[in-house]
């Protein structure tokens, strides 16, 4: 996870240096925080809506889970939140976007790219339709807004929200 977090960073890094891209604001503003929370809540509530009603997902959420979640401690799952909110949002809808257009059509394209990250096999193919449908969200959010700390306070708090209740499910299943 501190792996993929750093080359993100680096990825970013390097597309800011060689391309004239400017990185879109980080706007520090409680309305800005609170957005981020709604869409985070939003974004939980249809991943629980989706493993409930959706088999091919809850199978591929569950097996993606457990090889990123399972290892962890509860303290580590602050550090999931953060590093891959922060690192994934730079990266996706802090430079991709804007390189790309900022525009729906740039939102797509990231939004497919970010999917593209979340794949973890053949068998995963719902996970990367949900993580592109969220990084779709994510980047409609940055967007509509202007402002990346949107899809990073969303981001966290999605990750945060979905490796709490998996890891207290699991903790259900085997207690």
Excluded at 12 to 36: H, K, N, Q
Excluded at 74 to 95: A, C, N, T, Y
Excluded at 110 to 136: E, K, N, P, R
């Amino acid at each position: 996870m501190g792996i993929t977090a750093l080359v993100l960073l680096i990825a970013s890094r390097f597309w800011l240096a060689f391309d004239t891209v400017d990185m879109l604001p980080v706007s520090v503003r409680p309305s800005a925080v609170g957005l981020g929370v709604a869409l985070a809540l939003g974004i939980s509530l249809a991943s629980e809506g989706a493993y409930r009603l959706w088999p091919a997902y809850r199978t591929s959420a569950d097996t993606y889970l457990a090889l990123v979640i399972k290892p962890l401690t509860w303290v580590d799952l602050i550090w999931l939140g953060l590093l891959p909110g922060l690192s994934e949002e730079l990266l996706f809808r802090g430079v991709m976007l804007p390189a790309i257009g900022l525009n729906w059509f740039g939102v797509l394209v990231s939004s497919l790219c970010f999917g593209v990250l979340h794949y973890s096999g053949s068998q995963q193919w719902a996970y990367v339709v949900w993580a592109t449908v969220v990084g779709a969200a994510l980047g409609a959010s940055a967007l509509l807004t202007g402002n990346l700390l949107v899809p990073i306070v969303a981001h966290i708090v999605t990750n945060l929200i979905s490796s709490g209740t998996w890891k207290l499910k699991q903790l259900e299943v085997s207690g």
